[in-house]
């Protein structure tokens, strides 16, 4: 009898020592900071789902429906996502606030693709003091590629002077004599995009003969088209956004002017913008793009449509997949995940910078064909290329190679 | 005829509120003092953030009652206060690189100017046109601070990114903490500033105006004066409470002080109780927490859900926190009776 217990309790000790053995090889392995763990990986986010820029909140929504999809699918090395996303209503204070909120209170790994350049610019400086992934943020401002300063910030998008610069060289090739005109809005999106145009001409800088700049809250931007006809100018850029844009068209087929006319790709949306504007009006608007339109009947039978499609019936019913925002929201989050899954099992903070700073010729399914994500520890801008298009009958074709708006050229 | 007779038999804007009711008792006072100090040493830094903000939310509102509660003004342009000090702040710190807390005093200087300045238009307006003036002075603002002409100066668009300070004198304490303190430091002193301001003639002066601007004036007030005065005094209370809101956010942009702000306010006096100072603390609680709350019920219709939060309140207890407080007053009085 009492040998009996003797040999249960040997074996029992060998078991709980051989088990001990084999979690602590296994453990050695595995790293993890804040917000990672062998079951979970919790991801911030912060958008305004309500205020001036609710109408962005889709992308939000996106993500978290992708992410379910990962997390359905089994998630990410057998991790699940758990997408903490919260509304800041694009007010920089309360993106504050959020961000605070995550890092501190929610203790995410990283935070992911929040939205804005004032909110993105209120939360860089902590995020990047608290050295958390401040991850692929969701806008078009130049300034989130400064890894030297920023070691934690990462853009996604191309930058709206990368775009600019892209405009630059097409007219300065095709139009050497033109007489440019401008529209901006008379913000951040705007003053960049300008600048960029602006360094793009460079010498030639005095191409463009007028500038003129509107506020978001002008409930029309007529007047400044009027104006801008009367500058004799042959080439009309327009720096809008959707709204505005789709004003300029129809106010310029309304007084019948016709210069060369190139929309920001911010507006360059078919359901958007140009449907609402009027085919007709639209003739020959030229723009530049990275992301596949999903109003464009051309991708219906892309494989990588398809599969954004397929998404969309099985986990986001309700979205409108004319929206770019969607496909926006699908391709950051795509990204997002391609980071976590070369992470492997060393999810710290540093790693998943480290892997999002090597991406190699990677396309998300939603990207034009021959657009990659390619990063470096020196070049934190992931989409840098774009390629041209031309409004013909009711979609967009592209034409041209895929150009890179790379600061230094 | 009519002009003055109007006058004379409309009922006033703001209800009187006499001048005992607007604050708390001294053992009340002592113990939310407590709790204020308190509580920090036992929080995450999140929450003393979330603290700091909720008292410097609270000046801000407590500035609003002062001219609204106080001298029956209406004013929806508190986010322009609001920002004029916070950019005063920020300025002063990254380009003149003065101490932080030497700006707050100038931020405060140059918001009653400003207030004070902008007085004098609103003295010939009264009521709703008040509040719509205000209120353009709420959407200009942040147009104003993306001007180029000032741009070298407020950063434009992208907004100024100020330092935050660290504890003096080798204090161990972390950088929040060390903020909270020396906010509620501040927020004390203002809050006794501005109970004395509204039990001294000057308070009695406002408090006149509001119940009855034409019998004020036959008592000898200077109208005129004292209703830019309220402006200037609820002005450099909230300048001084922008500037503190850039030094805790770090960062200022002009997208931070929109007429969202100004109505946030608006809506932390409400709820907090027009005319009761203690309130401005629990209004200003209801316009950080509640939305938080809104959110964690409904993301999709958080709006929707804050404004049903907002009508219950409005609906059960029109007079706020206030009535709460008197309510529980009463009912510790026949506890103690029985």
Redesign the interface.
Known sequence: MRSRLNLLIAAFSTTVIAFAATTGSALAQKKYDTGAADTEIRIGNIMPYSGPASAYGVIGKTEAAYFNKINAEGGINGRKINFISYDDGYSPPKAVEQARKLVESDEVLLVFNPLGTPSNSAIQKYLNARKVPQLFVATGATKWNDPKDFPWTMGWQPGYQSEARIYAKYLMREKPDAKISVLYQNDDFGKDYLKGLKDGLGAKASMIVAEESYETSEPTIDNHIVKLRASGADVFISITTPKFAAQAIKKMAEIEWKPLHIVSNVSASVGGVIKPAGFENSQGILSAAYAKDGADPQWDNDPGMKKFLAFLAKYDADANKLDGSVVYGYGAAQTMVKVLELCGDNLTRENVMKQAASLKDFAPDTLLPGIKINTTPTDFAPINQLQMMRFKGEKWELFGDIISGELSN | MSAVQETVTEAPAVEAVPKRAMTLGAGSSLVMLALLILVPLFV????I??LT?LLIYGLAVLALNILTGGSGQFSLGQSAFYAVGAYTSAILIEHVGMNYALTLPIAGVVCFGFGFLFGQPALRLSGVYLALATFALA?AMP?LL?LGVFETWTG????L?VTKPDAPFGLPMSQDMWLYYFTLVITVAIYIFSVNLLKSRSGRAFMAIRDNEIAASAMGIDVALYKTLAFGVSAGITGVAGGL?AIA????????Y?I??AISLFLGMVVGGVGWLPGSIVGSAFIIFV?NIA?GIS??L??AVFGVLLFLIIFLVPHGARQIAMIAQQLLGKLKKS
């Open positions: 995450k830094n999140f929450i953030f979330q903000m959407t147009q993306k434009g668009v992208q907004g990114v809101g956010v770090q960062f200022v942009a002009p997208d931070g929109t969202t702000l939305p959110e993301k999709g958080s709006g």
